[in-house]
Each structure stands twice: as C-alpha cells, then as structure tokens.
C-alpha cells in the first residue's frame, strides 16, 4: 500500500490536484481506501466447526440414543439444548466478524477533494494517495493526510488517542515518526474530525497503511482464546464419556457370562450407558451461561460472549482507559483564578467577583460552540445566569474572530457594543494571553506559578482577557488591542461519580486496576488519585518503547499508570500482563483500544458513548457506561462460577449411586434394578436439579472478599473431588444397603426395588441441600430462598408419590405396594444422608480454606 511519509508537494499544483486519470491509475494500483475485506465464514461454515465441539456433540447423540429407545421426551430436551446452542453460538460468532465492518465504516467518510483543477465531492474510498482534500470544521478526515496549508486547524483524535481534547494543528513538513495526539503536529489522520479551521492537505495513507487502518490489520490477526472452563470442560466431558462406555462394556460382558444373555445384556449396557452419560455437563453450562447473560443485563450490562461470564469470576488485574472510562469524556470547568491569584473551586454559585471572569471566558468563544472547551465555558455560565439574564454577548453582533496562530496560541472574539465601539476577549494558552496584556518579567513569573500549580493538579489552564476598542475599524491583528487580564481558567475531564466506589471493591476482591491513557502524565496521575488507585510511578509511551518485553513484564507487577500511551503499546501491556499470568479485563470506548479489548480474556466496551468497533471487539458492553458495573459484574461472574461448582460437584456425586446400583445386580448376581423409565425419572429429577436450582443460588459470603482464582485451576480441585466422591458414596452405601437388605424383611423384589429407588430419590434431595452452600451449613440454606427449589421439589415429590402409589405407574416402574413402616425408610434414609455429611462439612471446608491459602501465596494474584 502507499508508504508512510508523503511525496514532496511540489509534485502537485495545489490548483490543480491530480488529474482523473493519475487518480484512476492509482486506485486501481493500490485499491480502494478501506481495510482488505476479510473472507468470512458462511452460517454453514459455522454450524460444521460448532458442531465440532465434544460437549455439542455428546448432547446430539445423547439425544438421539434417548429417541431410539423411545424416550421422545428426554430426545426433545437434549436436542432442543443442542439447537439452541448451535444457533446461540452462530449468532455471537456472527456478529464478532462484523468489527472490521463497523472499522470499515469509520475510515470512508465523504471527502472533498481538488483533482484536475475542480472541487469535487467524493466517497471517501475512492481517495487516493497524492490526493489534495479540503478540510472544514465539522468534516471527518478520510485519510492520513499532511497539512499543507491550515488556518486555526484543531482536530478530535479521540477515535485514536481515547482523549477528549482537540489537538492543534500546523501546516508544515511532516515527520516520518508524526503519530496522533500531540499539538503542532502537520499531519491530520483518518477518522479523526475537525473541530476547527480550515486546511488543505495532501494524503499520504490509505486504507490499511493509514493510522486507523493499522489497528484494524491488528485487529484482523488477533485469535480469541478458547476459555479455560471450555477447555476443562471438553477434558472432564470426554473422561466421563470413557468412563460411561467402559462400564456399559463391563455390564454387556458381565451380563452375558454370567446369565447367558447377550442381547438382554446389551439392552442392560445401554441403560447403564444413560444412566452415566454426563450430558448434564454441557447443558448444564449453556444453561449458566445464558441464565447469567440474563442476569448481568438486568444491571445493564450486554454479554456478546458467554465464555466471558465465567472467566470474569477469575479476572485478576482491570486495565481501564482513562477518558471516557474513568471520566465523563468531557471537558469540565473546575477552577477559576482572578487576576491577583484568587481562587474558586466550581461546585457551588458562582461569587460575583468570577462572574466577569467566566463571561469573558464565553464571549472568547463561538457563540454556537463545537470545541470541548467553549462548551464547558458555555456550560458554566448557563448554569449560573440568574433570572431575566441572557448569555454574555446575547442580543450583539460578532464582528470579527481572531484565530490563533503558532506564533501566538490564542484567539480573539470583536463584538459590538451599543455605543458603536467593541468589546474583545481573549483566550488562549497563558504565556499567549500574557504576551498580548504585555506583562513584565514579575507578572510573567507570577502567573507561570499559579500554572504550574493548577497543572499539577491535573488541570488545562487557559488564560483570559478582555479589551474595547473605539476605533473606526478593526486592526488586522489582535495585538493591536490593550487587552486587560482577566484570570486563569483550569479544566478537567471530571471523574465519574462511582468509579472510587468501583476501585475499592476491585482492591478489596484483590483485583488490580491499572489506568492506561494517552493524556499527559500530571492529568494521569490526578485522576488516580482521585480514583484511589494505589502507586505513583508512572511510565510514559516513549519510555515503554525503550523497554523489552522481559522489562515491560517486571514493569507490570508493580506500575499501575501508563500515560501517553499508543494503541499498539496498550496491546503490549495486555500481552505483558497475560504472559505474566494475570488474568486481564480491558476496558476501552475508542478505536484505538479494539485490538486491547480483543486480545485481553474479557473485553470490556462502553456502550453509550462507545464506537461500533470497540463494542464489536469486546466480549462484554455496559450499556450505561456505568464503570460500577463492571465490579456488579464480576460479582455475578464469582457466583455464576461458585454455582456451576456446586452443580458439577453435584452431578459427580450422583453419578456414583447410579454407576454403583447399576452395577451391583451384575457383580453379586442380584435382581436389575434400573431400566430406561428409571432413568428417564432420575434425568427429570438431575436435570433441573443441576441446572436450574443451582443456578438459582444466591452468591456464597464474602465472594468479593477473596483473592481472583488462578486462571489454571481446575473445575475440580483435589478436595472437592474427594468431597463429591464421599457425598455419592454414602448415598450409593445406604441404597445398596437398603437393596441387598430388603429382601430379609420378606419383601419381594418388586417392593426392594420401589423401596430403594424411593431411598435413591431422597438421597439425591438430601445432596441438593448439602451442596447448596459452601460456606454455610444447611440449617442456613434452609432458610435462604431459591425459588426454583421451590418448584422443582414439589415436583418430584408428586412424581414419587405417583411412582408409589398409583398401580398403573408402580407397574410402568415394576414397582409394589409398601407397607407404612417400610415407606418410612427413605425418609430415614435420606434424612441420615443430610445429616451425616453435614457434619463432615466443616472438615471439607478446612480443606478448601488449606488450598486457598496456598493460592493467595501463588505470585500471580492479587498483587500482579
């Protein structure tokens, strides 16, 4: 594409551009002014590699297994899951490859450009490079471009920098190494838009080689990583799909040694099969993650992709931008200074004694205003006016502005005055305004400390004058007026009201937040520490440029603020910090930040005042622009992952009873205690169990009082292995018992089986109540609502007492009426489940506290 530092003007009559033909030939040499248009993948396309995907594939199947043997409704379920799922899954994948669309969009505005000596209006991917385009304030750039001519040029790079403030710009030669941001700078860039002046300039870059087109090309590269819980998932999905078919081997082989009969015997392995086939695991996460999408976007909060719900619960550091992130992306007026160096802080009404001051501050500035700052001048004295009062220069003509030069960076409004004379004020940089009053040396001193003292606190400082002139006619130029000092103005981009809030709690859940800005560092290091955030190193971009990526990951563990930062360097912050181990959250509103925001595990965008690319490149989008809900969030994402341990542990344990009484008539020559409609009611009892009650569970106390879990640990850990193996192998010894017992009490086989099928159910219910909590014991859970408990156990009381009680069903099941003494037994049963392990609880929980302790030794988290 076209090189990065322009061809010499002269080459161009600047009256006549390039003609059509030398346009023509280069746009069919070097292509349209866009970024290259990726292929993209067809729905068909995306359907095949879903499909791919173990969990995915084990519920289809598990589907249709249940159809072949005639379980339609249990078919239904799992194939309804997995449909929805798909389609889930090809929506969100999708709508990530629109990003280079939506960057697509950015880079071709309108352009108004000077070829073969006319003006022509043209679509913006058809400029080319060596093109002469006129800019104007309100136009957006369509290219990078070098400034050869400018008057009073001020553009918004916003799109490119994340900062608020127009920069100023100067026609000149334009340095190879010219980046965004920065004033006095001769180049204008692609997407930027200018808020003043006028200029003519000559593009250098476009499409992919222009600065916006850069990002996009990196963003183009970038691959989402799998998320670790997928991952852990696929593993534990296929162990336990191994396992199942091993043992569905071992009863068709046992089945057919020891009784003789195969078919039977494959008839049994297929209901043992089911009885293990861990299809509650994918949808048990499908359910989680769509349930938890549902949550998080009560508190206005868009998840784009499901993988980030869980991985927020493990984020350990929070890289935020500053503007527009940390601030309202505004420009604020928060000081005013007299000219004997009286201050006021804004926040109250205004003293009569700065009202002259704020209006000489508006009657500067245009009158229908574009620029940030004349807003908040704007701003400032409409909240101000009293009643019956009108704007300062309302009801008088603007006669002639003055607009700032490089040798003089300030501008001049003239406006008449009743009497026939003029009122000028001024306003501009204070070395410019002092030049103008004339100052000496003391005066000149004087206000550079008060500068100096209001920059430090992170404040812009513009400096204000008035004067009158009663001439006949206007001088040329607007030193010719005696200007008399007004005072000094501070801005700042304000700090959002919750953010302190926010970085407290991410402190105290031992997540650190690091600010990564490309404002200067003084303003950086003022709104950390309004924010509260901790350390007071800064490093700069030019200073991170020097450093290695071994330097930049030592560098990371300890800084927590990066000031005049480029978008490429935020990228090699975020890569830093995932080589270091942490995982990384990046929040982000600006172009600049999308390829950040995709390369880091959770990609945070601001969806108010957002562009289309960062929402795009993010995983998650907080529609209110609220920085608070991103520590809601994370809240949610602690107990969305608490909860699906809970019912992964869950289903672990169940799965022992059920393997072990399958296996158990084959192994001691007993009666077969399980067929399909035996399963089938297990399933109606897991699934929901699994899926929906404990999804339903409120968050664990203290979950955000505890350290981030290391990214690498697994859905299983040690001890809640052994936890759940102990919790299904009690069950599964009470119900054997009760099965190899029931029969010495002259019970048939008929009655022993509805007995421990019943002693089953109820053990399965007295494990819901077991791992409900972690943290508490179950008397508290008790006591904790959870409305979908409350559906679903009346549900299967009612199912199990139809079981028992109702002969066409009890025949279904191959069941026989009890007597009163012995339906007694499963409540006992269940019963004594409950209270056995609760009191083994607290020894599983000592455990748990044992391992945390040596994660939070670990040198990742909190402190990385």
Known sequence: MSPSAPEPASKVDLCQGLSRAEA?????????????????????????????????????????????????????????????????????????????????????????????????????????????IVLSEGDRVPADAALLEATGLSSDESLLTGEAVPVRKVA????????????????????????????????????????????????????????????????????????????????????????????????????????????????????????????????????????????????????????????????????LRLADGTPVTIGTVLPQAFRELAAAGVMASAPEPFDPMEKAFHALVQADLRAGEILPGGGRALARSYALSPDLLAMSQAWETPDAGWQIAAKGAPEAIADLCQFGAVARAAITAQVDQMAQAGLRVLAVAEA????????????????????????????????????????????????????????????????????????????????????????????????????????????????????????????NDAPSLKAAHIGVAMGGRGTDVAREAASIVLLDDDFGSIVTTVRLGRRIYDNLRKAMSFILAVHVPIAGLALMPFLFGMPILFGPVHIAFLEMVIDPVCSLVFEAEAEEDGVMARPPRPPAEPLFSGPTILWSLLQGALVLGVTATIFALGSSFGLSTDQVRGMTFASLIFGIVALIFVDRSQSSSVFIAFSRPNRALAVVLPIVAALLTVTLFWQPARDLFGFAALEPVFLAVPLMAGLGILLLLEALKPIWRWAVRAGNKSRVAAPVSPHI
Not at 111 to 131: F, K, Q, S, T, Y
Not at 202 to 228: D, F, N, R, Y
């Open 24 to 132: 023509q030939a280069r746009l069919d040499a070097e292509g349209f002014n866009e970024l290259p248009r990726i292929r993209g993948r067809s729905p068909l396309r995306i359907v095949l590699d879903v499909l791919r995907e173990p969990m995915l594939t084990l519920l289809i199947v598990g589907g249709v297994v249940y159809l072949l043997l005639g379980s339609r409704d249990e078919a239904l379920i799992l194939l309804a899951f997995a449909c929805l799922s798909v389609g889930i899954t090809v929506v969100q994948e999708t709508r990530t490859e629109r990003v280079l669309e939506a960057l697509r969009d950015l880079t071709s505005p309108r352009a108004l450009v000077i070829r073969g000596g006319e003006r022509l209006r043209i679509a913006g991917r058809n400029v080319v490079r060596g093109d002469l």
């Open 172 to 335: 000149g030669n334009p340095d190879v190494e010219s980046r965004p941001g920065g004033d006095d700078q001769p180049m204008v860039y692609s997407g930027s838009l200018i808020v003043q002046g006028a200029a003519l300039a000559q593009v250098t870059a476009t499409g992919s080689a222009s600065e916006i087109g850069k990002i996009g090309t990196s963003l183009g590269k970038l691959e989402i990583e799998t998320p670790h819980l997928q991952l852990q998932m696929r593993k534990l999905v296929i162990v336990f799909a191994a396992v199942g078919a091993a043992v569905s081997v071992a009863v068709v082989v046992l089945y057919g040694l020891l009784r003789g009969g195969w078919l039977e015997g494959v008839l049994a392995g297929i209901a043992v099969g089911m009885s293990m086939l861990p299809e509650e695991f994918p949808m048990v996460l499908a359910v989680f993650m769509a349930m938890g999408a549902w949550r998080i976007s009560k508190v206005r909060v868009l998840t784009r992709r499901a993988s980030a719900i869980e991985t927020l619960g493990a984020a350990s550091v929070l890289c935020t931008d500053k503007t527009g992130t940390l601030t309202e992306n505004r420009m604020t007026i928060t000081e």
């Open 468 to 591: 009158a002139f009663a001439g006949d006619n206007l001088p040329a130029s607007q030193r010719d007026f005696a200007f008399r000092f007004q005072g000094l103005v501070g801005l700042a981009d304000p700090l959002r009201a919750s953010v302190p809030g926010a970085v407290a709690q991410c402190r105290s859940a031992g997540i650190k937040v690091i600010m990564i800005t490309g404002d200067y560092p003084a303003t950086a290091q003022s709104i950390a520490a309004q924010a509260g955030l901790e350390g007071d190193r800064v490093i700069t971009g030019p200073e991170l440029a020097l450093m290695t990526d071994v330097d930049l990951a030592k560098a990371v563990k300890d800084v927590t603020i990066f000031a005049r930062i480029m978008p490429e360097q935020k990228l090699r912050i975020v890569t830093a910090l995932k080589v270091a181990g942490a995982v990384v959250a990046m929040t982000g509103d600006g172009v």
